[in-house]
């Protein structure tokens, strides 16, 4: 994903997002490094391929340590990655699956104006059992309205 680079701004953040989506083919996935105010890295974002008819594609999320958690980084970099998929990649729906006990991801995803479509359940198995997961998604009239 070419040289890792320092932004200082939101501004710089956003230019230098769109200058790294270019690089790849327009319907092809990408995943990205989220790093905290020192520049360390501290999880990642990612969309998936997507389709151009449908116009829709699947985020996903990892923030790793527990203390990076419920400082904003998370919510900062899904915004600013739902305002590239939905202003300049003309994107209609994006969907996400979470942990239908990971209240502070929900909590978010609530704040961003993802809506619950439905639970998948015994969806992963980890950890020794199954677990549900919740299938959100929001749509970029939904997406627009909330940043007005």
């Not at 999880?43 to 419920?70: N, P, S």
């Amino acid at each position: 994903m070419g040289s890792r680079r320092r932004v200082s701004s939101r501004d710089e953040l956003d230019a230098w997002l769109d200058t790294e989506l270019d690089k790849t083919s327009s319907q092809e996935g990408k995943t990205l490094g989220i790093e905290d105010l020192e520049g360390d890295l501290i999880g990642t974002i990612w969309f998936g391929a997507y389709d151009a008819g449908d116009r829709q594609t699947t985020v996903g999320l990892y923030l790793g340590d527990a203390e990076t958690r419920g400082q904003g980084y998370g919510q900062d970099a899904l915004e600013t990655l739902l305002s590239y998929l939905f202003d300049d990649l003309g994107l209609h729906k994006v969907r996400l699956y979470v942990l239908n006990t990971n209240q502070r991801a929900i909590a978010c995803y609530d704040r961003l104006g993802f809506q619950t479509e439905g639970t998948l359940r015994d969806h992963r198995f980890f950890a020794g059992s199954f677990h549900d997961f919740l299938a959100m998604a929001i749509l970029a009239p939904e997406w627009r309205r909330s940043r007005s």
